[in-house]
């Protein structure tokens, strides 16, 4: 994936963490170094860094920096340090479970640290190992997610995706686009048709650049045109990400994944979701219960015009994920295996696995 720039990356020499701004994308390929927990804050929560694993360890790597960058010695100042900077981490957005379950396994690794009484350099040293591990982990669970979903595509099909669910939105690789690149370099002759995925544009802006990139046959249809191409018999597939899988099956990802997942079930087409564990919320019992993030509705009414598209003062309701129900939902894809229905079985098992 050499063409792809890493979304996350630790620059240990310098203590900063770097990533590419997805904001700029697709015009400018512009790295940014963050050193404090109040950049890496605002870089998760303007989306400079986005997408549910990369979100995940941009965090780990904030609370590694924050105690870096700290003065604390003691292993309650550093643990108070580290907890203050993961409880601001955890603010940044709502949805992803990535980015608690990152935070919860750095306090883990930390309270393991305490307990065997480490020095501050060895506390240090297993916080930049448990988020580089997260890392180098998120990116062979791509791998893997990559080989199971290749399994139930055939040569040829035209597969539809939405959002950005790639190298950018994870370590490496991608989940929903890991089956692509797979099926690119294995010589399948996949179509991709990438929803533009209003209103930031996730799927123009980044999954259509990604996969250009890396030479991908890749058609972008505005979000209202996915109806068109499956009725047209174009779509064999769809493929999609996910932020939260809940015990149950129900799944948030972006918002509009739920339609294309209705017209899916319409048109007879299979509706995959790519989960990697670190997704999958087996105490959240069902989508009900997943907070979803409202953002400003100035990303519908302005942002990516020269002038406001909407009359001045119109109320806007911006919701950024939706939930789609665990019946439209054929198979969730994960680095263990393939849940099928019921997901409230399967996933537990896997999970167990
Ligand atoms: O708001 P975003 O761009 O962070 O939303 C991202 C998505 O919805 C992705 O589909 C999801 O995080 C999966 S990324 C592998």
């Known amino acids: 994936?050499?063409?792809?720039?890493?979304?996350?990356?630790?620059?240990?020499?310098?203590g900063e963490l770097v990533i590419v701004d997805?904001?700029?994308?697709?015009?400018?390929?512009?790295?940014?170094?963050?050193r404090t927990v109040e950049q890496v804050w605002e870089a998760i929560r303007s989306l400079r860094v986005r997408g549910a694993p990369a979100i995940g360890i941009?965090?780990?790597?904030?609370?590694?920096?924050?105690?870096?960058?700290?003065?604390a010695v003691t292993a309650e100042d550093i643990a108070q340090t580290a907890s203050a900077a993961a409880v601001r981490l955890a603010s940044a957005r709502p949805t992803a479970v990535n980015l608690f379950w990152a935070l919860r396994r750095m306090e883990q690794r930390l309270a393991a640290a305490c307990v065997l009484g480490c020095s501050?350099?060895?506390?240090?040293?297993?916080?930049?190992?448990?988020?580089?591990?997260?890392?180098?982990?998120?990116?062979?669970?791509c791998r893997s997610i990559g080989e199971h979903a290749l399994s139930l595509l055939q040569p040829g099909w035209g597969i539809l995706t939405h959002c950005n669910a790639g190298a950018l939105a994870t370590a490496e690789f991608g989940t929903a686009l890991a089956p692509?690149?797979?099926?690119?370099?294995?010589?399948?002759g996949f179509h991709v048709f990438a929803d533009e995925t209003r209103p930031l544009l996730q799927g123009a802006r980044l999954t259509a650049w990604e996969l250009m990139q890396a030479g991908v046959d890749v058609t972008l249809i505005c979000d209202n045109m996915a109806a068109t191409v499956m009725k047209r018999g174009w779509i064999q597939?769809?493929?999609?990400?996910?932020?939260?899988?809940?015990?149950?099956?129900?799944?948030?990802?972006?918002i509009g994944?739920?339609?294309v997942a209705v017209l899916a079930r319409r048109f007879g087409i299979p509706f995959y979701v790519c989960a990697p564990s670190s997704t999958i919320d087996l105490e959240c019992p069902s989508g009900d219960s997943i907070v979803i993030e409202e953002r400003d509705g100035r990303e519908i009414t302005s942002l990516w015009y020269a002038r406001p598209m909407a009359p001045e003062g119109v109320g806007v309701f911006n919701p950024a994920f939706d939930v789609t129900d665990a019946e439209l939902i054929t198979a969730i894809i994960t680095e263990k295996g393939i849940a099928r229905p019921p997901f409230g079985e399967s996933l537990r098992r896997l999970m167990q696995a």
Request: proline share 2%; charged share 25%; hydrophobic share 45%.
């Open 237 to 254: 597939a769809v493929l999609v990400g996910c932020d939260r899988v809940a015990a149950y099956g129900d799944v948030a990802n972006k």
């Open 180 to 188: 692509i690149y797979l099926g690119q370099e294995r010589g399948y």
């Open 257 to 259: 994944t739920l339609g």
């Open 58 to 71: 941009a965090a780990a790597f904030g609370v590694y920096l924050a105690v870096r960058h700290s003065e």
């Open 22 to 34: 997805q904001t700029l994308l697709p015009g400018e390929v512009r790295f940014l170094r963050l």
């Open 120 to 141: 501050r350099d060895e506390m240090l040293a297993a916080l930049r190992d448990e988020a580089q591990a997260i890392r180098d982990e998120d990116a062979a669970m």
């Open 1 to 14: 994936m050499a063409s792809i720039p890493l979304s996350v990356s630790l620059d240990d020499e310098q």
